[in-house]
Nanobody, 120 residues
Framework: QVQLVESGGGLVQAGGSLRLSCAASGRTFNSYAMGWFRQAPGKEREFVAAISRGARSTDYTDSVKGRFTISRDNAKNAVYLQMNSLKPEDTAVYYC?????????????WGQGTQVTVSS
């Protein structure tokens, strides 16, 4: 069982930056790939980024490549999403996810979400 709690969301102007954090419970954090997803109003939840168990591999959706960076600290049971050059279209609720499968097709565990609002 893994419990995930996100933090770091907020309101930021376009071009600004935010860093999301996700704290995970449990002693098997490094057994899971971790990911970030987002859901904008009226839209389906979409994949944003993923990082493998040992942080050797990362993956991003095309719209955030070069702007967002996912990282993890297995000693702290935490995963992060550094978001730079934010755009209004990045506005969404951001969710942390954990799964044994790095492809994050259907993550087993989810956080409750944190709101990110980017004003123009």
């Amino acid at each position: 069982q893994v419990q995930l709690v996100e933090s770091g969301g907020g309101l930021v102007q376009a071009g600004g930056s935010l860093r999301l954090s996700c704290a995970a419970s449990g002693r098997t954090f490094n057994s899971y790939a971790m990911g970030w997803f987002r859901q904008a109003p009226g839209k389906e939840r979409e994949f944003v980024a993923a990082i493998s168990r040992g942080a050797r591999s990362t993956d991003y959706t095309d719209s955030v490549k070069g702007r967002f960076t996912i990282s993890r600290d297995n000693a702290k049971n935490a995963v992060y999403l550094q978001m730079n050059s934010l755009k209004p279209e990045d506005t969404a609720v951001y969710y942390c996810a954990a799964d044994e499968d790095y492809r994050m097709g259907s993550p087993r565990y989810w956080g409750q979400g944190t709101q990110v609002t980017v004003s123009s």
